[in-house]
């Protein structure tokens, strides 16, 4: 005869197993938080995918109603809950060398500009696209300190340290061809067969930090020759995507780049910036 499991056990146990409840009223609660902090647009049919994210956070805070961990997050804006909050409701697609027609771009302007030539990841997620900026400028402009930098920033930490550990599985690195893999990447051996790492030299070109778009002011080094703000701006209202844009303004050189994602458009937004190729904006002449 098996002896009945304590109380507290059974407890956790069902709240393990058993679905918590996300009513109409939190689901709403969750969309205004998440607007407020991070100016992300969650429409209706996300609701499974906040459900499946926000319930770990709850299980890992031993909580079983979203009510009491909307009232947590609440009671303390400046809980360190709220990053983890922000961290489980962002999306981070992301690959080496995606929507590829920007990086020949990016190297022709790089190759007519004097001085330091600096790029901002505004959207960095796991690292991919810095490293892929960076690999297109070593490849341009050489490794010469001083010659160039890439500045990475995102509003998830979690995805941040990633990219900066700078680890990733081999067959990630399709686009690249054998000689980048070779002289940007360490092969990792035995049990990190399987494995590459960003060789220190090309690591030391990329800075990260923790960067909330929602920010009235951008704490980055700018002015920047090229911004890349993709595939980002599609989570934001019309209003927040105008907002961010103007920022922009001030952090761009004359004759600095925009880089949009596929889906995005910016020509209506904000009429600073003018369409100067595929999803590649400029600052309009009376702006520049």
Known sequence: MTSPMPPGQTSL????????ALSDAHFRRICQLIYQRAGIVLADHKRDMV??????RLRSLGLDDFGRYLSMLEANQNSAEWQAFINSLTTNLTAFFRE???FPVLAEHARRRTGEYRVWSAAASTGEEPYSLAITL???LGMTP????VYASDIDTEVLEKARNGVYRQDELKTLSPQQLQRYFMRGTGPHEGLVRVRQELANC???APVNLLDKQYNVPGPFDAI???NVMIYFDKTTQQDILRRFVPLLKPDG???AGHSENFSNLAREFSLRGQTVYALSKEKA
């Not at 146990?13 to 918590?20: D, E, V």
């Not at 459900?51 to 770990?56: A, T």
């Open 13 to 20: 146990l069902l709240q393990m197993t058993q679905r918590l």
């Open 51 to 56: 459900y499946n994210r926000l319930v770990r």
């Open 100 to 102: 590829a027609h920007h």
């Open 138 to 140: 070593a490849d341009t």
């Open 146 to 149: 001083g010659r160039w930098k």
């Open 206 to 208: 990329v800075e990260f």
């Open 228 to 230: 890349f703000c993709r």
């Open 257 to 259: 780049l925009l880089f």
